[in-house]
Every structure is written in structure tokens, then in C-alpha cells.
């Protein structure tokens, strides 16, 4: 960007070697194109796009030689804690309000998002239309299904056979607690993905399972890795 004139707080922190032309910036501002006139031009990295001072390991270094880096580091959605509380700001990326997280989750309560799960997903993430599989995103749970889910979720936690579980599932008409669907009961993103943070949701509540610090490891995976399918899926 040329013929922009600095900011007096800008301006302070502009190298000596970095000249301005009328106090605006110009290309020669960055680039010293006359390096390579001179009758021994030093040598320079291929690729070095003249930069004043050579090209840094990181682009970005040349450019916090006048910017300060904490003003540009890029947002995280899922940075969702301070000091052990949520972060406002954060929670209004995806929700039209501050959802209560202290509360247990109610069967069918709205998620009170501001666009569909894979909609705001794909803000940031490139999602392939056939992830993880064609058929998957959008696909409405059979009632098999869902008693099948909601049996295998009941495993880890009691000692009653896997047939059992699922009379018991279908007795109950119960749901799973700790694989969500959208809003209209179809797979999406945060059905295998869990996009909050560690320690938001209460250790109890079952869509906390999952949840991951800031720089998540695992994919956020509900269901650990290698056991994704046959969380829904009979063998």
C-alpha cells in the first residue's frame, strides 16, 4: 500500500531505514531497487523481493518492524476462557447470545446460533463437501440409529450387557447426550467435533466430551480416534 501517511504513533516506530517520501510511504519505503544497480550488487536469497534489510525467515518479521504483532494475531473462536470465565466476545462468534453454561443441557433447547453449524465452521476451516464421508453432513439419524447411539454412549458408564442398553434406549426413547445433532436433528460438524473449549462446559455435562484446550490435539473428537464409526454404527 503506497502514498498512506503513517500515524504520529506509527511514525515513532518507523525504522531510520525505511524512507518515506513526504511523510507517505512509498515501494521504496520497503524495496531498495537500487541494490541491484550498483556495479557489485550483493548477493541476496533468491526470492528476497528486495526487501530493505533482506528477507526475513517469517514475511510477517518484516512487517512488525513498524506494526506491533499483538495487533494482529489471529482470532480463535475457540479461545473461550479468561481467568476461568467465558469470554463474551467469543461466545457472540457463533451464538446470538451468551448461552448459560452452567446449565444442564435441555432435550431440544435451541442452540441460538447465528447461522448453521457447518455454515460458521467453514468461516475458518476448509471443509470438504464429502467429510468424513459423502452422505454424512445433513443425514437425518434412523430411530435404530439413534437407540443403537444411545446405548453404545451408555456402555462406558454401566455394567448391564450391550442388549440390554438398547432395550433400555428404546424403552426410554432416549437420545444421546454427548453426540449433538443441529438444531433439526440432522449430522453436523459439532456431532463428531467439539468446538469449546476445555473447562467452559462443567466436567458433568455430557457435551463437554471432547473439549480440548485453545491449540486442540486430537480433532476435538467426541469419540476417541478409531472409534468414531462404531459409536453410531454397528459393526
Not at 517520501?21 to 550483493?42: E, F, K, M, Q, Y
Not at 454424512?136 to 439419524?141: D, F, G, L, N
Not at 451408555?154 to 440390554?164: G, V
Not at 445433532?181 to 467439539?194: A, F, K, L, P, Y
Amino acid at each position: 500500500m503506497v502514498d498512506i501517511k503513517p500515524s504520529s504513533m506509527l511514525m515513532r516506530r518507523i525504522p531510520a531505514d525505511l524512507p518515506l517520501a513526504g511523510g507517505a510511504l512509498t515501494c521504496l519505503s520497503c524495496h531498495d531497487i537500487a541494490r541491484n544497480c550498483r556495479a557489485d550488487p550483493p548477493s541476496a536469497p533468491s526470492g528476497d523481493a528486495l526487501l530493505r534489510g533482506g528477507r526475513a525467515p517469517d514475511p510477517l518479521l518484516f512487517c512488525f518492524r513498524c506494526h506491533v504483532p499483538e495487533n494482529y494475531r489471529p482470532f480463535n473462536p475457540h479461545d473461550q476462557l479468561e481467568a476461568g470465565q467465558p469470554k463474551a466476545d467469543t461466545c457472540l462468534w457463533c451464538h446470538t447470545g451468551v448461552p448459560a453454561v452452567e446449565a444442564p443441557p435441555r432435550e431440544g433447547a435451541p442452540y441460538g446460533l447465528r447461522a448453521g453449524t457447518a455454515a460458521l465452521c467453514r468461516n475458518c476451516h476448509v471443509v470438504a463437501q464429502s467429510h468424513p464421508v459423502a452422505g454424512h453432513m445433513s443425514a437425518r439419524p434412523s430411530a435404530d440409529m439413534v437407540q443403537y447411539m444411545s446405548a453404545y454412549e451408555m456402555k462406558s458408564k454401566m455394567r448391564l450387557p450391550f442388549a440390554q442398553l438398547l432395550e433400555i434406549a428404546r424403552a426410554t426413547k432416549r437420545t444421546p447426550r454427548s453426540i449433538p445433532w443441529d438444531e433439526e436433528g440432522r449430522v453436523t460438524c459439532h456431532s463428531c467435533h467439539n468446538p469449546h473449549e476445555k473447562g467452559l462446559l462443567p466436567g458433568g455435562n455430557p457435551r463437554a466430551v471432547g473439549a480440548d484446550l485453545k491449540q486442540a490435539t486430537n480433532h476435538r473428537l467426541r469419540i476417541p480416534q478409531g472409534s468414531v464409526c462404531v459409536a453410531c454404527h454397528q459393526k
